[in-house]
């Protein structure tokens, strides 16, 4: 627990040396949702179920951040996944990527602020006659731990070993999320993947049952980082660690219904995980168009977007006829940008919610002549996404339902 | 990128002769060559086929020669041969096939594997292939390409290629020189003297070398399938190829001043690499020099990315309309332009300025109507007299299609 000040320094030194991305977004929005205070309500919710599991609030240690706990065999791809995922390294050069030697911790200012430990596979933490680990210190404050099995090798290894460590964790941190990666799958046959899906739940659940254990909270994920994939099921891991996720959900349905939107996400724009979207079925291939999008966007705005002009440019901009200053001459002071597919017409559209979130919509088809409505009710729902991260500061959740909507007149 | 084209001097017939060359179609003959498995099939189907760098796996290799005609731009097409690498096929270009194989050559395009083992052994059959240029077709252009660079560790990047490439210039000039001294009848010294002090002007190399620069057009990228160096060299390439290449260049400069951007690009629509740009003065502050290769690296996998969506084909139109505001930071658009090219715009933010400059861009479509192709250039110029070329609406300032390119 007094190690708490060095994890610190270590945080900070690996943020600073990742490779990170400019931020497109300059303004520090007080809709940043905080994960101390996240994590205090969770804390405080768990207080309530069961009172005496809760990590002590006083230690130092919970100061930190909710944190990812990145486990698996050795090789089986827990560094690649927290490079592409976390500092946008192309899946191609994680060939280059050495073997984690030793516990690594990545801190992530994202909307949320979370931690990401990726531990090296090659130690067993319960097992090790060398050196004991501080259980607490590691899994005291961990939002999810995520196991990663390499679907391409025998994995009989792992699962025996992703069952030792539920049981261990299961007597002292039953809160914790168990997510299982199937990792590795993109060069494999779709059977075949939900072949290996089904032996790997069946032997856990086999285990655990035997073991006395119902209705643990594991879940599984088939994953790669050649595809989408992995950035989906980070998005589902996340989306657990969310207080009122729902009502968020229920702001986007309402968008959706108002404007006739096909599918909008909400998503974390330096990640690529989407933190909520509206309630109609899962879609992959508006999952990855959107997320695309993004990409694009955030390319755009690095290019042309992350470096000053200079003073005469401003000057003459704002000088005669226009005879304003730039803020005034433009209608919404955070990014907006809609493309029109050239199939049917159908536009998608994204708008930037705070520094670290965008709203992205794939709307219907010919609603690109709507756009200035669409505009106002999207500016509507917008403030009512900053609304909530506001209000989620405090305890009390309003009641209310999601704000309402200028009438479109879309019908 | 290549230097912009000198203008030759603007006399009272230029327009008329720019007209002239409207006309044509210009067909280039372009050899892409290199050992077998060194990557020049999967880069053409990436740039003209729109493949995914991942796709190309399943390429496999070329028999003899694959020839196709690549339309660009409808008053440019590329003859582009595609020459199987294996040393057999090889053998047989370089003696049965030779003057087939090598006359009337626009362009070279030669790819070398960096991580070829048998590095002399690629060179020598280079040297084979200069020599059998420099005999049939003297004015070509050669570009090499060193492949394959994202399998060298990224700091080790450049030493690498300076490495390679100064082996590469040395073997060229010694090629050239061995045929000079072969055929002395066909180069005789004053003559070469002159084409050696010509040349390093007229070849602009990526890297600065102290060795003299061959007397052949030669230029060296280092190039990788799986980042955006493939689009800087091939939008190198076509650069040179372009015919009417300044009539554009000074009609995007009157269009960029008339609206206020502060930079435009024009894309071909399969391929998207850059055909032209304008930048302006305030726009040179952008520190991105790589970003016109980038913007087609971006636009080409968004492009995908809806093809996939959609579900239609990979060459088809994937969208139509794109636009970005980007508070009062800067505002942008991309755009269908003429049938052959799209175009992207950046500029200052403001919402007047913006729907103006969407507008005003429209309205400029006709002005670029000559990308389209021989036939529709030929009627629009035979109705517009010299003054008023093209029909540009005199608002608009001093129309720069004055100036003639020599081709």
């Not at chain 1, 995520?146 to 030792?164: G, P, S």
């Not at chain 1, 229920?250 to 599918?263: I, V, Y």
């Not at chain 2, 995914?52 to 020669?65: F, K, M, P, S, V």
């Not at chain 2, 300025?353 to 005003?360: C, G, H, I, Q, Y």
Request: charged residues 20%; contains cysteine.
């Amino acid at each position: 627990m007094t190690s708490a000040s060095v994890e610190d320094g270590d945080v900070l030194a690996d943020t600073s040396s990742g490779p990170s991305r400019p931020r497109p977004i300059r303004y520090i929005s007080p809709a940043a949702l905080n994960l101390h205070r996240v994590y205090e309500q969770n804390r405080q919710r768990l207080r309530k179920k069961d009172g005496a599991k809760v990590p002590d609030p006083t230690a130092p240690q919970t100061k930190g951040k909710p944190r990812l706990l990145l486990m698996g065999q050795r090789r089986s791809g827990k560094s690649s996944i927290s490079s592409v995922v976390f500092h946008k390294l192309p899946p191609s050069e994680t060939l280059f990527l050495e073997s984690t030697a030793r516990i690594q911790k990545d801190s992530l200012s994202s909307f949320m602020e979370f931690q990401v430990w990726d531990f090296p596979g090659q130690i067993d933490i319960f097992d090790n006659p060398n050196f004991t680990f501080d259980m607490d210190a590691i899994f005291g404050e961990i939002g999810a731990l995520i196991w990663v099995i390499d679907a391409q090798d025998d994995y009989l290894e792992a699962v025996a070993r992703l069952n030792t460590t539920i049981l261990h964790l299961h007597r002292s941190y039953p809160h914790i999320n168990i997510e299982v990666f199937i990792h590795k799958v993109d060069g494999l046959s779709d059977d075949y993947r939900l072949d290996i899906q089904r032996d790997v739940t069946i032997r856990i659940q086999d285990e655990l049952s035997d073991q006395g254990i119902e209705n643990a909270p594991v879940n599984f994920h088939l994953t790669s980082i050649y595809n989408h994939s992995i950035f989906e099921a980070f998005s589902k891991v996340i989306q657990k660690l969310i207080p009122r996720l729902g009502q968020l959900e229920a702001m986007l349905t309402n968008l959706c219904r108002t404007c006739r939107f096909e599918k909008a996400y909400l998503f974390d724009v330096n990640t690529k995980i989407y933190i909520a979207t509206d309630n109609t079925p899962e879609d992959m291939a508006s999952y990855e168009i959107c997320s695309d999008y993004v990409d694009v966007i955030i390319d755009f705005t690095e290019v042309y977007g992350s470096w000053s002009r200079s003073e005469k440019w401003r000057e003459r901009l704002e000088g005669e006829p226009w005879a304003q200053p730039l803020d005034e001459q433009v209608a919404c002071e955070w990014a907006e940008s809609g493309m029109v597919l050239a199939d049917a017409r159908r536009p998608i559209m994204l708008r930037e919610v705070d520094r670290f979130l965008a709203l992205v919509a794939i709307m219907k088809e010919g609603s690109y002549e709507k756009m200035p409505q669409i505009n106002m009710n999207v500016d509507v729902v917008v403030k009512g996404l900053t609304d909530f991260f506001e209000i989620t500061k405090s305890k009390e959740v309003s009641a209310g339902g999601p704000p309402g909507l200028a009438s479109p007149g879309l019908s | 990128m290549g230097a912009s084209p000198a203008v030759a001097g603007v006399d009272p017939t230029s327009p008329s002769a720019a007209h002239a060359q409207l006309k044509k179609v210009k067909k280039q003959k372009v050899l892409l060559m290199g050992k077998s498995g060194s990557g020049k099939s999967s880069m053409r189907s990436i740039i003209f086929s729109n493949y995914l760098a991942r796709d190309t796996r399943r390429l496999g290799a070329t028999i003899d020669i694959d020839l196709s005609h690549v339309k660009f731009l409808g008053n440019l097409t590329l003859n582009l041969w595609d020459c199987g690498g294996q040393e057999a096929f090889m053998e047989n270009y370089l003696s049965q096939q030779r003057a087939h194989v090598f006359s009337n050559v626009g362009v070279l395009i030669y790819v070398f594997d960096i991580e070829s083992r048998d590095i002399e052994r690629d060179l020598a059959t280079y040297v084979n292939i200069i020599s059998a240029l420099v005999q049939y077709s003297r004015d070509a252009k050669v570009f090499v390409l060193i492949h394959k660079m994202d399998l060298i560790q990224p700091l080790m990047r450049e030493e690498v290629f300076e490495h390679r490439a100064a082996l590469v210039r040395r073997k060229t000039s010694e090629a050239v020189a061995i045929v000079h001294k072969q055929k002395p009848e066909q180069g005789s010294s004053g003559q070469q003297q002159q084409q050696q002090q010509q040349q390093p002007t007229s070849s602009p190399s990526p890297s600065s070398s102290t060795q003299l620069e061959p007397p052949i057009s030669l230029q060296l990228f280092a190039t990788s399938i799986w980042d955006q160096s493939l689009y800087k060299a091939w939008a190198s390439i076509i650069h040179d190829l372009v015919p009417n290449l300044s009539v554009i260049e000074t009609q995007l400069a009157s269009l960029g001043l008339a609206i206020d951007a502060d930079e435009i690009l024009l894309f071909e629509r399969t391929s998207f690499l850059v055909v032209s740009r304008w930048t302006s003065a305030e726009g040179e502050g952008n520190p991105y020099g790589d970003r016109f290769e980038r913007m087609s690296n971006i636009l080409k996998s968004w492009k995908h990315t809806c093809s996939k969506y959609t579900g239609t084909p990979r060459n088809a139109e994937q969208f139509s309309d794109f636009e970005y505001k980007m508070g009062a930071t800067f505002s942008m658009f991309a755009t269908k332009f003429t049938t052959n090219t799209y175009i992207l715009v950046c500029m200052p933010p403001g919402e007047a300025r913006f729907n103006s400059a969407k507008l005003n861009v429209a309205a400029a479509r006709s002005w670029f109507k000559f990308l389209d192709g021989p036939v529709v250039s030929a009627q629009q110029v035979g109705g517009s007299g010299p003054g008023a070329t093209m029909g540009v609406p005199s608002s608009y300032g001093a129309d720069g299609a004055a100036g003639t390119h020599e081709n």
